[in-house]
């Protein structure tokens, strides 16, 4: 939505560097996680996904770290551009069951 | 391509009135789920559907009901509008099983005055 970045850690970075989004999540159990992008105004993005049998998996330009041991997950953007500016979260899954969602950080990407 | 649809992007409705969230998918899903999304609160399920005339509850139903009469048609529905619903409104899909990204729609900006 148009606010959804009110009230949500923010990251600033400029133009080209990397950029590294963390993510801690609550259930040991889980098994599935994706990250999503949201820009202003619209839906989440799916951006990528991994499974709890690996420890990291690699996109374009993006690439997820898994940390099961302390429950942990990251995106890392390589060679960061404006239009990466966005709110990125994460989602876990526990087999069957809903995503559940953490609350966000907010990308900010200057010129 | 993927195609996840809502009947508005923003909506503007008074107390009391009775309200109709519309989603469509194309990609013959199995599972779709409704959520709003609010400043500081993130994303919260309100009900989601396995399947064509099944519905659960989410994390959040008082105030919503839901309709799965078509697979590929899933409809949010507020009985009687109050200023606390005035929120995002996101649906999602999904096919059925484990380890499958969820799409989403646009969403509908909601206000209820």
């Known amino acids: 939505g148009e606010n959804v970045g009110l009230h949500l850690p923010t990251l600033s970075v400029q133009e080209g560097d990397n950029s590294i989004i963390n993510c801690a999540y609550s259930?040991?159990?889980?098994?599935?996680f994706i990250w999503y992008k949201q820009e202003s105004g619209k839906g989440p993005q799916f951006i990528i996904d991994i499974r709890s049998n690996m420890d990291k998996r690699q996109g374009q330009r993006v690439t997820v770290l898994l940390n099961k041991t302390v429950k942990h997950l990251s995106l890392q953007i390589a060679a960061t551009q404006p239009g990466d500016s966005a709110v990125y979260f994460c989602?876990?899954?526990?087999?069957?069951?809903?995503?559940?969602f953490g609350k966000g950080t907010m990308l900010l990407v200057s010129p | 391509d993927v195609k996840v649809t809502q009947s508005s992007r923003y909506l503007v409705k008074r107390t009391g009135e009775k309200v109709f969230l519309e989603c469509v998918q194309d990609?013959?899903?199995?599972?779709m789920f409704w959520y709003r999304q609010d400043p500081g609160l993130g994303l919260r399920l309100i009900y989601f559907s396995y399947d064509v005339k099944m519905k659960e509850k989410g994390d959040i139903p008082e105030g919503y009901s839901v309709s799965r009469e078509k697979k590929e048609r899933f409809s949010l529905i507020l009985e009687s509008a109050s200023t606390n619903q005035t929120s995002m409104y996101l649906c999602?899909?999904?096919?059925?099983?484990?380890?499958?990204?969820?799409?989403f729609g646009p969403g509908t900006r909601l206000t209820v005055l």
């Open positions: 259930n040991s159990a889980s098994d599935y």
């Open positions: 990609m013959d899903h199995e599972n």
């Open positions: 989602a876990e899954n526990e087999g069957y069951s809903t995503l559940t």
């Open positions: 999602a899909s999904r096919t059925g099983g484990t380890y499958n990204e969820q799409f």
